[in-house]
Protein backbone atom coordinates (compact mmCIF):
# COMPACT_ATOMS: atom_id res chain seq x y z
CA UNK A 1 0.00 0.00 0.00
CA UNK A 2 1.54 3.22 -1.23
CA UNK A 3 0.81 5.35 1.91
CA UNK A 4 3.23 3.10 4.32
CA UNK A 5 5.60 3.79 1.54
CA UNK A 6 5.26 7.56 1.98
CA UNK A 7 5.66 6.89 5.90
CA UNK A 8 8.61 4.53 5.46
CA UNK A 9 10.13 7.77 2.65
CA UNK A 10 9.17 9.87 5.82
CA UNK A 11 11.26 7.60 8.18
CA UNK A 12 14.13 7.67 5.72
CA UNK A 13 14.42 11.37 5.33
CA UNK A 14 14.52 11.60 9.01
CA UNK A 15 17.81 8.93 9.02
CA UNK A 16 19.35 11.58 6.75
CA UNK A 17 19.06 14.97 8.45
CA UNK A 18 19.84 13.37 11.91
CA UNK A 19 22.98 11.20 10.86
CA UNK A 20 23.89 14.15 9.47
CA UNK A 21 23.28 16.46 12.39
CA UNK A 22 24.30 14.17 14.53
CA UNK A 23 27.42 13.22 12.88
CA UNK A 24 29.64 16.59 13.90
CA UNK A 25 29.30 14.79 17.64
CA UNK A 26 31.70 12.30 16.82
CA UNK A 27 33.32 14.00 14.14
CA UNK A 28 34.13 17.03 16.41
CA UNK A 29 36.63 14.47 18.44
CA UNK A 30 39.09 13.40 15.22
CA UNK A 31 38.72 17.25 14.44
CA UNK A 32 40.37 19.03 17.36
CA UNK A 33 44.12 18.45 17.58
CA UNK A 34 45.47 16.67 20.62
CA UNK A 35 47.72 18.35 22.50
CA UNK A 36 49.66 15.83 23.33
CA UNK A 37 50.15 14.53 20.23
CA UNK A 38 53.53 14.80 17.82
CA UNK A 39 52.82 16.90 15.19
CA UNK A 40 56.14 16.92 13.08
CA UNK A 41 55.81 14.06 11.00
CA UNK A 42 59.40 13.63 10.85
CA UNK A 43 59.38 12.65 14.02
CA UNK A 44 56.27 10.27 13.67
CA UNK A 45 58.83 8.55 10.92
CA UNK A 46 61.92 8.17 12.87
CA UNK A 47 59.97 6.23 15.60
CA UNK A 48 58.86 3.72 12.91
CA UNK A 49 55.39 5.06 12.54
CA UNK A 50 52.69 2.34 10.64
CA UNK A 51 51.23 3.80 7.32
CA UNK A 52 47.96 4.53 9.11
CA UNK A 53 49.59 6.77 11.90
CA UNK A 54 51.56 8.99 8.41
CA UNK A 55 48.06 8.88 7.16
CA UNK A 56 46.61 10.04 10.19
CA UNK A 57 48.80 13.31 10.79
CA UNK A 58 47.94 14.12 7.52
CA UNK A 59 44.22 14.35 8.11
CA UNK A 60 43.35 18.18 9.33
CA UNK A 61 43.12 18.88 12.95
CA UNK A 62 41.83 22.23 14.90
CA UNK A 63 43.22 23.63 17.87
CA UNK A 64 39.51 24.54 19.34
CA UNK A 65 39.33 25.59 22.73
CA UNK A 66 35.95 23.69 24.79
CA UNK A 67 34.08 26.79 24.22
CA UNK A 68 34.60 27.00 20.97
CA UNK A 69 33.75 23.64 20.57
CA UNK A 70 30.80 23.62 22.31
CA UNK A 71 29.54 26.51 19.99
CA UNK A 72 29.57 24.48 17.28
CA UNK A 73 28.32 21.71 18.08
CA UNK A 74 25.16 23.80 19.20
CA UNK A 75 24.75 26.07 16.68
CA UNK A 76 22.42 23.32 14.34
CA UNK A 77 20.11 23.98 17.27
CA UNK A 78 19.79 27.85 16.69
CA UNK A 79 18.70 27.86 13.61
CA UNK A 80 16.42 24.54 13.77
CA UNK A 81 14.33 26.23 16.88
CA UNK A 82 14.12 29.10 14.49
CA UNK A 83 12.95 27.90 11.61
CA UNK A 84 10.56 25.46 12.67
CA UNK A 85 7.53 28.17 12.54
CA UNK A 86 8.70 29.60 9.41
CA UNK A 87 8.38 25.59 8.06
CA UNK A 88 4.89 25.52 9.25
CA UNK A 89 3.78 28.53 7.23
CA UNK A 90 5.75 27.74 4.21
CA UNK A 91 4.80 24.32 3.82
CA UNK A 92 1.36 25.38 4.52
CA UNK A 93 1.51 27.70 1.25
CA UNK A 94 3.90 25.20 -1.12
CA UNK A 95 3.39 21.58 0.15
CA UNK A 96 4.79 19.00 1.94
CA UNK A 97 6.88 17.31 -0.89
CA UNK A 98 8.84 20.60 -2.33
CA UNK A 99 9.64 21.70 1.14
CA UNK A 100 11.13 18.61 2.59
CA UNK A 101 12.70 18.08 -0.96
CA UNK A 102 14.17 21.78 -0.53
CA UNK A 103 15.42 20.69 3.11
CA UNK A 104 17.34 17.45 2.33
CA UNK A 105 19.20 18.90 -0.38
CA UNK A 106 20.30 22.10 1.47
CA UNK A 107 20.90 19.98 4.54
CA UNK A 108 23.06 17.44 1.93
CA UNK A 109 25.21 20.46 0.41
CA UNK A 110 25.87 22.64 3.43
CA UNK A 111 26.58 19.28 5.35
CA UNK A 112 29.30 18.21 2.03
CA UNK A 113 30.64 21.70 2.99
CA UNK A 114 31.56 21.59 6.23
CA UNK A 115 35.41 20.24 5.71
CA UNK A 116 36.09 23.23 3.28
CA UNK A 117 34.73 25.54 6.26
CA UNK A 118 36.47 24.06 9.26
CA UNK A 119 39.76 25.12 7.10
CA UNK A 120 38.76 28.22 6.09
CA UNK A 121 37.76 29.30 9.13
CA UNK A 122 35.41 28.37 12.16
CA UNK A 123 32.89 31.13 12.26
CA UNK A 124 31.85 30.24 8.55
CA UNK A 125 31.86 26.57 10.10
CA UNK A 126 29.40 27.79 12.48
CA UNK A 127 27.65 29.79 9.95
CA UNK A 128 27.37 26.56 7.91
CA UNK A 129 25.82 25.02 10.60
CA UNK A 130 23.33 27.49 11.68
CA UNK A 131 22.13 27.57 7.86
CA UNK A 132 22.13 23.81 8.52
CA UNK A 133 19.71 24.13 11.24
CA UNK A 134 17.55 25.91 9.46
CA UNK A 135 17.34 23.96 6.79
CA UNK A 136 16.44 20.62 8.66
CA UNK A 137 13.81 22.79 10.45
CA UNK A 138 11.40 23.16 8.00
CA UNK A 139 11.37 19.30 7.96
CA UNK A 140 9.24 18.58 10.59
CA UNK A 141 6.00 20.52 9.53
CA UNK A 142 6.63 19.53 6.09
CA UNK A 143 6.66 15.60 6.71
CA UNK A 144 2.79 15.92 9.03
CA UNK A 145 1.73 18.18 5.83
CA UNK A 146 2.30 15.03 3.79
CA UNK A 147 0.69 12.11 6.56
CA UNK A 148 -2.50 14.84 6.63
CA UNK A 149 -3.06 14.02 3.19
CA UNK A 150 -1.94 10.38 3.10
CA UNK A 151 -3.73 8.92 6.23
CA UNK A 152 -6.93 7.82 7.81
CA UNK A 153 -8.31 8.48 11.27
CA UNK A 154 -7.83 5.07 12.13
CA UNK A 155 -4.20 4.69 10.82
CA UNK A 156 -2.58 7.95 12.12
CA UNK A 157 -0.64 6.01 15.00
CA UNK A 158 0.78 3.96 12.68
CA UNK A 159 1.96 6.36 10.04
CA UNK A 160 3.40 8.77 12.38
CA UNK A 161 5.50 5.87 14.20
CA UNK A 162 6.72 4.19 11.16
CA UNK A 163 7.88 8.15 9.95
CA UNK A 164 9.57 9.02 13.51
CA UNK A 165 11.22 5.72 13.50
CA UNK A 166 13.74 7.33 11.68
CA UNK A 167 14.82 9.54 14.47
CA UNK A 168 15.52 6.49 16.81
CA UNK A 169 17.04 4.47 14.19
CA UNK A 170 19.36 7.37 13.39
CA UNK A 171 20.63 7.17 17.12
CA UNK A 172 20.88 3.64 16.63
CA UNK A 173 23.25 3.91 13.98
CA UNK A 174 25.02 7.32 13.68
CA UNK A 175 27.43 6.73 16.91
CA UNK A 176 28.94 3.52 15.60
CA UNK A 177 28.95 4.05 11.78
CA UNK A 178 30.07 7.55 12.04
CA UNK A 179 33.42 6.38 14.86
CA UNK A 180 34.07 3.72 12.51
CA UNK A 181 34.41 6.19 9.55
CA UNK A 182 36.21 8.92 11.33
CA UNK A 183 38.63 6.16 12.42
CA UNK A 184 39.28 5.05 8.82
CA UNK A 185 42.64 6.94 7.99
CA UNK A 186 43.38 5.23 4.93
CA UNK A 187 39.84 6.61 3.46
CA UNK A 188 40.23 9.95 4.55
CA UNK A 189 39.27 10.49 8.24
CA UNK A 190 36.39 12.50 9.38
CA UNK A 191 36.01 14.56 6.38
CA UNK A 192 34.49 11.23 4.57
CA UNK A 193 31.67 11.23 6.92
CA UNK A 194 30.54 13.94 6.31
CA UNK A 195 30.90 12.96 2.20
CA UNK A 196 29.10 9.83 2.96
CA UNK A 197 26.00 11.23 5.25
CA UNK A 198 25.65 14.07 2.35
CA UNK A 199 25.71 11.43 -0.38
CA UNK A 200 23.27 9.42 1.18
CA UNK A 201 20.75 12.35 1.53
CA UNK A 202 21.28 13.41 -1.98
CA UNK A 203 20.06 9.93 -2.98
CA UNK A 204 16.99 9.87 -0.57
CA UNK A 205 16.24 13.59 -1.83
CA UNK A 206 15.97 11.69 -5.40
CA UNK A 207 14.10 8.85 -4.21
CA UNK A 208 11.50 11.24 -2.82
CA UNK A 209 11.00 13.58 -5.84
CA UNK A 210 10.65 10.86 -7.72
CA UNK A 211 8.16 8.46 -5.40
CA UNK A 212 6.49 10.80 -3.31
CA UNK A 213 3.55 12.46 -4.74
CA UNK A 214 1.32 15.35 -2.59
CA UNK A 215 -2.13 13.98 -2.80
CA UNK A 216 -2.77 10.32 -3.75
CA UNK A 217 -4.96 11.46 -6.99
CA UNK A 218 -1.56 13.30 -8.50
CA UNK A 219 -0.11 9.51 -7.82
CA UNK A 220 0.40 6.79 -11.01
CA UNK A 221 1.55 4.27 -9.02
CA UNK A 222 -1.28 4.37 -6.53
CA UNK A 223 -4.18 1.49 -7.16
CA UNK A 224 -7.52 2.78 -7.39
CA UNK A 225 -9.01 1.45 -4.45
CA UNK A 226 -6.61 2.78 -2.25
CA UNK A 227 -7.40 6.53 -4.28
CA UNK A 228 -11.01 5.84 -3.18
CA UNK A 229 -10.08 4.63 -0.11
CA UNK A 230 -8.16 7.80 1.09
CA UNK A 231 -10.70 9.94 -0.87
CA UNK A 232 -13.59 8.61 1.45
CA UNK A 233 -12.04 10.41 4.64
CA UNK A 234 -11.78 13.53 3.06
CA UNK A 235 -8.34 13.70 1.48
CA UNK A 236 -8.83 16.01 -1.57
CA UNK A 237 -10.25 18.73 1.09
CA UNK A 238 -7.02 18.95 3.19
CA UNK A 239 -5.44 20.30 0.45
CA UNK A 240 -7.04 23.18 -0.91
CA UNK A 241 -4.73 26.51 0.38
CA UNK A 242 -6.51 28.14 2.82
CA UNK A 243 -5.92 30.86 5.34
CA UNK A 244 -4.48 30.28 8.66
CA UNK A 245 -7.10 31.26 11.41
CA UNK A 246 -3.95 32.46 13.71
CA UNK A 247 -6.12 34.15 16.58
CA UNK A 248 -8.48 30.72 16.56
CA UNK A 249 -5.12 28.49 16.87
CA UNK A 250 -3.59 30.38 19.08
CA UNK A 251 -7.12 30.45 21.72
CA UNK A 252 -7.51 26.48 20.76
CA UNK A 253 -7.10 24.69 24.20
CA UNK A 254 -6.56 21.62 22.35
CA UNK A 255 -3.87 22.94 19.96
CA UNK A 256 -2.02 24.01 23.03
CA UNK A 257 -2.88 20.43 24.92
CA UNK A 258 -0.93 19.17 22.40
CA UNK A 259 1.86 21.38 21.95
CA UNK A 260 3.07 21.74 25.78
CA UNK A 261 2.79 17.64 25.81
CA UNK A 262 5.15 17.36 23.23
CA UNK A 263 7.78 19.37 25.01
CA UNK A 264 7.30 18.26 27.74
CA UNK A 265 8.30 15.08 26.43
CA UNK A 266 11.17 16.35 24.15
CA UNK A 267 12.45 18.15 27.53
CA UNK A 268 12.97 14.43 29.15
CA UNK A 269 14.15 13.06 25.63
CA UNK A 270 17.13 15.80 25.88
CA UNK A 271 17.92 15.05 29.39
CA UNK A 272 18.21 11.62 28.69
CA UNK A 273 20.45 11.43 25.95
CA UNK A 274 22.80 14.31 27.03
CA UNK A 275 22.69 14.52 30.67
CA UNK A 276 22.01 10.88 31.39
CA UNK A 277 25.95 9.99 30.14
CA UNK A 278 27.30 12.76 32.65
CA UNK A 279 25.12 11.02 35.38
CA UNK A 280 26.46 7.67 34.66
CA UNK A 281 30.04 8.70 34.26
CA UNK A 282 30.91 10.97 37.50
CA UNK A 283 27.54 9.23 40.10
CA UNK A 284 27.60 6.02 38.78
CA UNK A 285 31.29 5.16 38.15
CA UNK A 286 31.08 3.79 34.66
CA UNK A 287 33.65 4.01 32.15
CA UNK A 288 32.64 5.83 28.48
CA UNK A 289 32.82 1.82 26.55
CA UNK A 290 30.09 0.99 28.93
CA UNK A 291 28.47 4.35 28.58
CA UNK A 292 28.18 4.05 24.55
CA UNK A 293 26.98 0.60 24.79
CA UNK A 294 24.07 1.65 27.33
CA UNK A 295 22.79 4.85 24.73
CA UNK A 296 22.88 2.31 22.00
CA UNK A 297 20.82 0.16 24.26
CA UNK A 298 18.35 2.84 24.73
CA UNK A 299 18.19 3.88 21.33
CA UNK A 300 17.14 0.75 20.70
CA UNK A 301 14.75 0.04 23.13
CA UNK A 302 13.05 3.58 22.03
CA UNK A 303 12.71 2.17 18.49
CA UNK A 304 10.93 -0.77 19.89
CA UNK A 305 8.73 1.03 21.81
CA UNK A 306 8.32 4.12 18.25
CA UNK A 307 6.79 1.03 16.16
CA UNK A 308 4.99 -1.00 18.55
CA UNK A 309 2.68 1.86 20.39
CA UNK A 310 1.57 3.00 17.22
CA UNK A 311 0.12 -0.29 15.95
CA UNK A 312 -1.25 -0.93 19.15
CA UNK A 313 -3.37 2.15 19.48
CA UNK A 314 -4.46 1.68 16.01
CA UNK A 315 -5.43 -1.68 16.53
CA UNK A 316 -7.53 -0.78 19.51
CA UNK A 317 -8.94 2.20 17.75
CA UNK A 318 -10.00 -0.05 14.29
CA UNK A 319 -11.23 -2.56 16.90
CA UNK A 320 -13.31 0.10 18.32
CA UNK A 321 -12.32 -1.32 21.61
CA UNK A 322 -10.74 2.78 22.54
CA UNK A 323 -11.76 6.13 21.08
CA UNK A 324 -9.28 8.16 19.17
CA UNK A 325 -9.32 9.88 22.20
CA UNK A 326 -8.96 7.67 24.49
CA UNK A 327 -6.35 5.62 22.66
CA UNK A 328 -4.27 9.19 22.69
CA UNK A 329 -4.84 9.66 26.47
CA UNK A 330 -3.69 6.05 27.15
CA UNK A 331 -0.76 6.21 25.36
CA UNK A 332 0.11 9.53 26.85
CA UNK A 333 -0.36 8.06 30.08
CA UNK A 334 2.30 5.54 29.02
CA UNK A 335 5.04 7.65 27.41
CA UNK A 336 4.87 11.09 30.58
CA UNK A 337 2.91 9.18 33.28
CA UNK A 338 4.71 6.10 33.86
CA UNK A 339 8.22 7.50 32.29
CA UNK A 340 7.94 10.14 35.04
CA UNK A 341 7.38 7.66 37.79
CA UNK A 342 10.17 5.93 36.72
CA UNK A 343 12.59 8.59 37.02
CA UNK A 344 11.54 9.47 41.17
CA UNK A 345 12.19 5.86 41.37
CA UNK A 346 15.54 6.43 40.49
CA UNK A 347 16.17 8.31 43.74
CA UNK A 348 15.60 5.21 45.65
CA UNK A 349 18.06 2.90 43.84
CA UNK A 350 21.35 5.27 44.90
CA UNK A 351 23.00 1.85 46.25
CA UNK A 352 22.19 -0.46 42.84
CA UNK A 353 23.55 1.31 40.09
CA UNK A 354 21.95 -1.98 37.91
CA UNK A 355 18.30 -0.54 38.95
CA UNK A 356 19.18 2.58 38.16
CA UNK A 357 20.27 1.59 34.67
CA UNK A 358 17.36 -0.64 34.27
CA UNK A 359 15.02 1.96 35.21
CA UNK A 360 16.39 4.35 32.78
CA UNK A 361 16.02 1.98 29.89
CA UNK A 362 12.23 1.74 30.65
CA UNK A 363 11.64 5.48 31.24
CA UNK A 364 13.82 6.22 27.97
CA UNK A 365 11.62 3.38 25.53
CA UNK A 366 8.22 4.67 26.71
CA UNK A 367 9.21 8.29 26.24
CA UNK A 368 8.75 6.70 22.61
CA UNK A 369 5.40 6.22 22.76
CA UNK A 370 4.97 10.18 22.12
CA UNK A 371 4.30 9.19 18.85
CA UNK A 372 0.80 8.09 19.20
CA UNK A 373 -0.63 11.36 20.79
CA UNK A 374 1.66 13.38 18.87
CA UNK A 375 -1.03 11.98 16.17
CA UNK A 376 -3.10 14.45 17.46
CA UNK A 377 -2.37 17.23 15.53
CA UNK A 378 -4.03 15.50 12.40
CA UNK A 379 -7.01 14.76 14.55
CA UNK A 380 -7.55 18.27 15.72
CA UNK A 381 -7.17 19.80 11.86
CA UNK A 382 -6.58 18.39 8.44
CA UNK A 383 -5.44 21.73 6.92
CA UNK A 384 -3.84 23.43 9.62
CA UNK A 385 -1.18 21.03 10.69
CA UNK A 386 2.08 21.86 9.03
CA UNK A 387 1.35 25.23 11.01
CA UNK A 388 0.76 23.72 14.48
CA UNK A 389 3.91 21.05 14.43
CA UNK A 390 6.13 24.35 13.38
CA UNK A 391 5.12 26.01 16.88
CA UNK A 392 5.32 22.70 18.47
CA UNK A 393 8.79 22.37 17.24
CA UNK A 394 9.85 25.64 17.54
CA UNK A 395 8.87 25.33 21.39
CA UNK A 396 10.23 21.89 22.13
CA UNK A 397 13.64 22.84 20.46
CA UNK A 398 13.80 25.97 23.11
CA UNK A 399 14.16 23.43 25.90
CA UNK A 400 17.52 22.26 24.17
CA UNK A 401 19.06 25.64 25.60
CA UNK A 402 17.00 25.74 28.59
CA UNK A 403 17.68 22.06 30.44
CA UNK A 404 21.33 22.60 30.08
CA UNK A 405 21.25 26.24 31.79
CA UNK A 406 19.60 24.97 34.19
CA UNK A 407 20.92 21.47 35.57
CA UNK A 408 24.63 23.32 35.24
CA UNK A 409 22.96 26.01 37.96
CA UNK A 410 21.61 23.07 39.87
CA UNK A 411 25.00 21.02 39.83
CA UNK A 412 27.40 23.54 40.36
CA UNK A 413 30.50 21.75 39.86
CA UNK A 414 29.09 19.26 42.58
CA UNK A 415 28.15 15.96 41.37
CA UNK A 416 25.99 14.34 44.34
CA UNK A 417 23.74 11.84 43.74
CA UNK A 418 21.39 14.23 45.97
CA UNK A 419 21.76 16.93 43.06
CA UNK A 420 21.57 14.54 40.30
CA UNK A 421 18.12 13.45 41.91
CA UNK A 422 16.46 16.54 42.12
CA UNK A 423 17.13 17.06 38.19
CA UNK A 424 15.23 13.84 37.65
CA UNK A 425 12.35 14.77 39.61
CA UNK A 426 12.00 18.25 37.82
CA UNK A 427 12.39 16.06 34.15
CA UNK A 428 9.45 13.94 35.73
CA UNK A 429 7.76 17.15 36.90
CA UNK A 430 7.43 18.42 34.14
CA UNK A 431 7.01 15.19 32.29
CA UNK A 432 3.41 15.24 34.98
CA UNK A 433 2.58 19.01 33.95
CA UNK A 434 2.30 18.32 30.40
CA UNK A 435 0.61 14.80 31.02
CA UNK A 436 -1.67 16.91 33.11
CA UNK A 437 -2.33 19.60 30.76
CA UNK A 438 -3.11 17.22 27.72
CA UNK A 439 -5.64 14.79 29.64
CA UNK A 440 -7.68 17.91 30.46
CA UNK A 441 -7.87 19.54 26.97
CA UNK A 442 -6.79 17.33 24.32
CA UNK A 443 -9.78 16.62 21.84
CA UNK A 444 -10.08 14.35 18.85
CA UNK A 445 -12.07 16.77 16.08
CA UNK A 446 -11.74 19.04 13.94
CA UNK A 447 -11.03 22.16 15.29
CA UNK A 448 -10.68 24.56 12.83
CA UNK A 449 -12.55 25.58 9.59
CA UNK A 450 -11.26 28.30 6.54
CA UNK A 451 -11.89 31.65 6.31
CA UNK A 452 -14.42 30.53 3.65
CA UNK A 453 -16.55 28.47 5.56
CA UNK A 454 -16.36 30.38 8.69
CA UNK A 455 -17.88 33.26 6.81
CA UNK A 456 -20.48 30.57 5.04
CA UNK A 457 -21.36 29.95 8.15
CA UNK A 458 -21.71 33.59 9.23
CA UNK A 459 -23.98 34.20 6.02
CA UNK A 460 -25.90 31.41 7.03
CA UNK A 461 -26.54 32.27 10.46
CA UNK A 462 -27.76 35.61 9.84
CA UNK A 463 -29.97 34.44 6.91
CA UNK A 464 -31.51 32.19 10.02
CA UNK A 465 -32.02 35.17 12.22
CA UNK A 466 -33.71 37.30 9.64
CA UNK A 467 -36.03 34.91 8.43
CA UNK A 468 -36.52 33.69 11.85
CA UNK A 469 -37.85 37.62 13.00
CA UNK A 470 -41.24 38.88 12.75
CA UNK A 471 -42.13 40.83 10.71
CA UNK A 472 -44.08 43.80 12.37
CA UNK A 473 -47.01 45.17 10.82
CA UNK A 474 -47.51 48.89 11.42
CA UNK A 475 -50.66 50.15 10.78
CA UNK A 476 -50.30 53.38 8.26
CA UNK A 477 -54.00 54.65 9.22
CA UNK A 478 -54.63 57.11 11.65
Not at 107 to 115: F, G, H, K, M, R
Request: glycine share 6%; charged share 15%; hydrophobic share 45%.
Amino acid sequence: MKRYLVAGMCSMVKVCLYCMRLNLNIAIIEMVQNSTENNALNVTLTTKATRSEIINKEIPRYAWDEETRQMILGAVYYGYSVSALLGGLVTHRLGGKRVNLFSLLSSSILTALIPWSAGVSTDLLIVLRVLDGIAQGLHNPATFSILANWSVPHERSTLVSIAYFGVSFAEVICNPLSGWICSAYKLGGWPLSFYTYSAFGVVTAILWAVLIYEIPDKDPCISRNEVVYLKGFDTEEKNKKRSVPWLSILKSSAVWAVVIAFTSNVFGFYFIITEVPIFMSEVLGFNLKTIGWFMSILGIVECLFCLLSGVCADFFIRREKLTILQARKLFTNLSMGLSAFLLICIGFFQDSAILCLITLILAFGLLGCYTCFTANVLDITKHYSSVIVGIMTCLASCTGFIGPTLFAALLKKKNTHDQWYLMFKIVAGTQLFGLTIFLLFAKAEEQFHSIEENISKQEMKSYNSINDTPVEVVDTKE
